[in-house]
């Protein structure tokens, strides 16, 4: 028999034996029968256990009582353990007997030794059901291929309970190697490529395929910047500005941008801006003024939306592109549901209703999602009107959700980021921090592949990213003169982000653009 006390590997820390096991068990799983049958014959290692060997024999053999005796032989197995597998057993040997016609040797199984096992009276009742139905098992009729697939069946069912190293996890070679590709995958800060992982190197993505160098300055704007937002699909770019116009670019197969529209219709800065889903209508939420929908492909303004003592803070839609929700400042006002021709939907607003000072709608349609009174993270369910509230402590400037709708960031004037799960089971936030907000409204936002990144504007007129899993920046990115007010990272291209500023510029890095 082969030392399973030897040890292999660069370290020492890989059992031999072990190792051999799960290797002829791979080649099983992958049809190369005659491989592994030699690997174990050359090695004197078999990929099962001699215990998982002898039941086996006696299961396909259909030796019911030394597959029992076998089973209670196992030490370090649970009673309870012992138990289920010897129901498994059981259960066969019950079958088999129906269908043989052997109903006294069925019915001793059914009334005492299955009993015996203590497992509840629900599985007797069943089985005693089966036991009724007996011209459903073909009485008296064995046919042998029928038995074999239900001895291969038990035999599954014994290998799912007994513990290891008698029986060995399904494609466990698999399973080891996804979680060594997994925790590289984990431990690269830079992680932004989608290719497949090659199981010849470490992986590990290079700085360079990150957003850092600045490729393009947008200064079309005459006022400060304070919005800007990737549309769907990652052909446009829109962008809003205190001098009362927002602008929709197209971007270019070259990650270039260009202006389509510059659209004028408010007469107070423009705050806020908010993508269809579709990618066919953009809204406009104005300074203390109106929300506007207008018509990407014609620049043109489809509908207007309040009036001029209508307080919009932020808009958001659903995912249908059919209807919408606004939120107001105004106490009296709340949060508005509207169709796309100006119907009121839905409106919650009264005495107790505060001021809305963010809003969102998670991506799948189910949470409405609200910033209240400063402090407050309402979480609404839409379609159950359930609720649940996070409090923060420090005022919260802006809100974001992440493309899964599993999560949410919320900027703090406390100079961090805070980052929440919508389902409300977290009792800490993550926290992120390094960027400077004390004064400004300051908005964050999800990016990169899989929303692994949080990039944030900043008050000392820097970009600053962190990856999800650090609190700490793993990049900070020049090229705004002033506060930087707002960032959006293309969700097609995750090279490409934009950064809108108070220096009346958008920047466009590659990886990174800037507006301002």
């Not at 291929?145 to 513990?163: G, R, T």
């Not at 389509?260 to 408010?266: A, C, M, V, Y």
């Not at 106490?331 to 209703?353: L, S, T, V």
């Not at 923060?392 to 004037?413: A, C, M, P, R, Y």
Request: net charge negative; proline share 3%; aromatic share 8%.
């Amino acid at each position: 028999m082969e030392n399973t006390g030897i040890m292999i590997g660069p370290k020492g820390m890989i059992k031999k034996n072990e190792f051999v096991r799960i290797i002829a068990q791979c080649l099983y799983s992958l049809g190369y029968k005659k491989t592994a049958a030699c690997l174990e014959l050359e090695s004197c290692i078999s990929c099962k256990s001699p215990e998982l060997e002898l039941i086996e024999s006696h299961v396909l053999n259909g030796d019911w009582d030394g597959c029992i005796e076998s089973l209670a032989k196992i030490d370090g197995l649970t009673d309870e353990t012992k138990a289920s597998a010897m129901f498994f057993v059981l259960e066969q040997r019950l079958l088999e007997s129906l269908k043989g016609g052997d109903i006294s040797s069925a019915l001793d199984v059914l009334w005492k030794q299955i009993p015996s096992l203590k497992l509840g009276k629900e599985k007797v009742h069943q089985l005693s059901y089966e036991l009724l139905s007996l011209n459903e098992f073909g009485l008296g009729c064995i046919d042998r291929d029928v038995v074999h697939e239900l001895q291969k069946s038990l035999l599954a069912q014994l290998q799912s309970v007994l513990p290891q190293p008698i029986t060995l996890p399904e494609r466990r070679l698999e399973h080891l190697i996804e979680m060594a590709i997994c925790a590289q995958i984990d431990g690269c800060i830079y992680h932004s490529s989608s290719n497949m992982t090659s199981l010849y190197r470490d992986h590990c993505c290079v700085r360079d395929q990150f957003p850092t160098e600045t490729i393009q300055i947008l200064t079309d704007h005459q006022n400060e910047v304070w919005f800007v937002q990737f549309s769907n699909n990652g052909e446009y770019l829109a962008s809003s500005s205190s001098d009362c116009t927002a602008i929709i670019w197209k971007v270019q197969d070259d990650n270039k941008v260009t202006l389509k529209h510059t659209l004028r219709s408010h007469q107070n800065p423009v705050s806020f801006v908010a993508w269809s889903p579709d990618d066919t209508m953009l809204l406009t939420c104005g300074n203390m003024e109106v929300l506007k929908l207008w018509d990407v492909e014609t620049g043109t303004c489809k509908h207007t939306f309040g009036d001029d003592g209508f307080i919009v803070s932020s808009c958001a839609w659903f995912p249908d592109s059919k209807r919408f929700v606004c939120g107001s400042s105004d106490p009296k006002k709340g949060i508005y549901m509207w169709d796309c021709n100006g119907n009121e939907i839905k409106a919650w607003r009264g005495i107790r209703m505060p001021k809305v000072l963010d809003l969102a709608v998670t991506p799948d349609g189910e949470n409405l999602i609200s910033i209240f009174s400063d402090k407050e993270i309402r979480i609404l369910n839409v379609a159950t009107g359930a609720e649940h509230v996070i409090s923060e402590q420090h005022s919260i400037t802006s809100l974001s959700v992440s493309g899964d709708s599993k999560f949410l960031i919320v900027n703090l004037n406390s100079q961090e980021i805070h980052m929440w799960d919508v389902a409300g089971k977290w009792l800490k936030p993550l926290q992120y921090n390094g960027h400077r907000q004390q004064k400004y409204v300051i908005r964050s936002c999800f990016g990169g592949l899989n929303g692994t990144f949080i990039a944030s504007g900043s008050e000392d007129s820097k970009v600053y990213i962190w990856n999800r899993r650090n609190s700490n920046p793993i990049e900070v990115l020049s090229g705004h003169l002033m506060t930087v007010n707002c960032i959006s990272w293309n969700p097609r291209r995750p090279q490409v982000l934009a950064s809108a500023s108070d220096d009346h510029t958008v920047v466009r890095s590659n990886r990174l653009y800037e507006c301002t």
